[in-house]
């Protein structure tokens, strides 16, 4: 196991017993045979770790406490909790001579993408258990593409089975190279950097249970369904100042007061001392494609100051709509 998914792990797990927390790894061993013979097999265990220089070997002093030790080897899996929110479990069955070496190709994976990988087996059969730990919740990963020429790939979406996207990179607005031209020259790129683009046209809100596919040609297709509910449930609202909104029915309640009134209001929320404005741009699909925003200190955005300026970028956010092709079915009531 990784050595810090593996400190984690000892460090969350449901029955704690005492293991060092900065070790790379833990073996269990267990004797079974006849009673008279078992003391002899602890003895030859204890002298092959010592022989390759094990850090610290152990012997279960009671019952009780060898029952500890495998509970806590037990709760391995559900410890992983602490370090990801989200794991790909494999499971394959290799030689027991060959453990190590798959085990250090394991962490030349790991080093190679990026990917904490944790190793939780039974070294007894064989049986391997490498656990991919990613955040389904994240843009990006768990691997990254680095061989695929980017000029000229199809990239589709689907929402619930639907086309909604469908276009090459060659088609847009500004192209990849002179996107990396233009970012070379205000801010170094380094091996690794990914640079988040635009979408085509076609995007559009999705609620909960939303199936989301996206395909990309050389690559495949990546599919997630929409649980944002969930996701608050399991990671939380973050707190950035005494006035964020952290509880989860308060934030959905926020959620619909800006859909109704067609603009949204940061009153100190994410940073001291600062307001803000900010209203949504719609394409002719009627898709949220942009968002415009003002902000300023608290000293200058006043309540009545707020609430003009409310007024003024809900119509300019018309107006740019408007050039885009929106043509809204019904206003939104102020």
């Known amino acids: 196991m990784n050595k810090p998914a593996k400190s984690s792990t000892l460090r969350a797990a449901a029955f704690p017993v005492g293991h060092p927390k900065d070790i790379a790894a833990l073996l269990l061993i267990e004797v079974d045979g006849i009673f008279a013979g078992i003391d002899e097999q602890i003895d030859d265990i204890l002298t092959i770790c010592r022989r390759h220089h094990v850090r610290e ?14 509970a806590n080897r037990k709760t391995g899996f559900g410890a992983m909790g602490a370090i990801s929110t989200d794991y790909l479990v494999q499971d394959g069955v290799i030689p027991r001579s060959r453990l190590p ?81 233009y970012l070379s020259h205000v801010m170094t790129l380094q091996p690794g950097d990914v640079i988040l683009t635009g979408s085509p046209v076609g995007a559009e809100l999705v609620g909960p249970g939303t199936v989301i596919e996206c395909e990309v040609d050389g690559i495949g297709t990546l599919r997630n369904t929409f649980v944002a509910a969930e996701i608050i449930d399991r990671k939380g609202l973050p ?27 940061d009153l100190e929320e994410n940073e001291y001392g600062i307001r803000c404005v900010a209203v949504p741009i719609f394409d002719y699909t009627g898709s949220v494609v942009a968002a415009v925003s003002v902000f300023g200190p608290t000293i200058r955005m006043t309540d009545d100051r707020i609430m003009r300026l409310a007024a003024r970028m809900r119509q300019i956010g018309k107006e740019l709509s408007a050039r885009l092709g929106h043509r809204p079915i019904h206003s939104v009531q102020p």
Do not use: C
């Not at 070997?57 to 495998?70: H, L, Y």
């Open 57 to 70: 070997v152990k012997v279960a002093q009671s019952e009780e406490e060898r029952a500890r030790w495998w």
């Open 101 to 181: 070496e798959v085990l250090n190709e394991i962490a030349n994976i790991s080093r190679k993408y990026g990917l904490l990988i944790a190793n939780i087996f039974h070294a007894g059969d064989g049986n391997l258990h490498p656990l991919v730990l990613f955040d389904a919740s994240k843009p990006l990963g768990p691997v990254i593409e680095t061989e695929l020429d980017p000029l000229s790939v199809s990239v589709k979406a689907r929402v619930n089975g639907v086309e909604k996207q469908n276009s090459p990179t060659e088609l847009m607005i500004i192209s990849i190279s002179k996107m990396i031209s």
């Open 239 to 265: 707190r950035h100042t005494d006035w964020t909104i952290t509880d989860r029915e308060a934030f959905f309640r926020e959620l619909d007061t800006i859909r109704q009134n067609g603009y949204a209001l």
